[in-house]
């Protein structure tokens, strides 16, 4: 049986729909794993520290986010734990938010869910299917740009 063609804001629709399916299993785990108060955000704040961690000002800039925003949450993450404020031994001034023990397991464990979300996908729609559709997003991003990733949910 032949698939039926989508309407242009059914794919648009059908893309946030699967994002949010995928995230929200992601976070209904890593709650089941200790990390219950961790949100879609927040994840964006910790691919967009990097290893060596970013600045409130830096870090707004990558998430595309009023400083006061960032503020904000890295206070949050702090409290919860997953953050804490470094130092910069080249400029005393410079105090980076670097993701502590705590939030380099709970990135660890998201890496490791989604891991199995693809695995498991996989399972269900085929390694081709999966691969094509990699293919497809990828394709969408190339025709139109990247899209700004804001921690808006």
Known sequence: MAARRREGWELGIGLLMAA????????????????PDLRPAHGYAFQA????????????????????????MAAELE????????????????RPLVLTARGREALS?????????????????????VDQAAATLEALVDLYGEGKLRPVW
């Open 20 to 35: 949010g399916a995928m995230f929200d299993e992601l976070h209904r785990r890593l709650a089941e794993e200790g990390h």
């Open 49 to 72: 520290l990097g290893p060596s961690g970013a600045t409130a000002s830096e870090l707004a800039t990558r998430l595309h986010v009023s400083k006061q925003a960032t503020g904000q």
């Open 79 to 94: 409290r919860l734990g997953y953050l804490r404020r470094g130092s910069d031994s080249d400029d005393a001034r410079r």
């Open 109 to 129: 464990r998201s890496q490791s869910i989604l891991a199995d979300l693809r695995r498991e996908w996989v399972a269900r729609a085929g390694a081709s299917n």
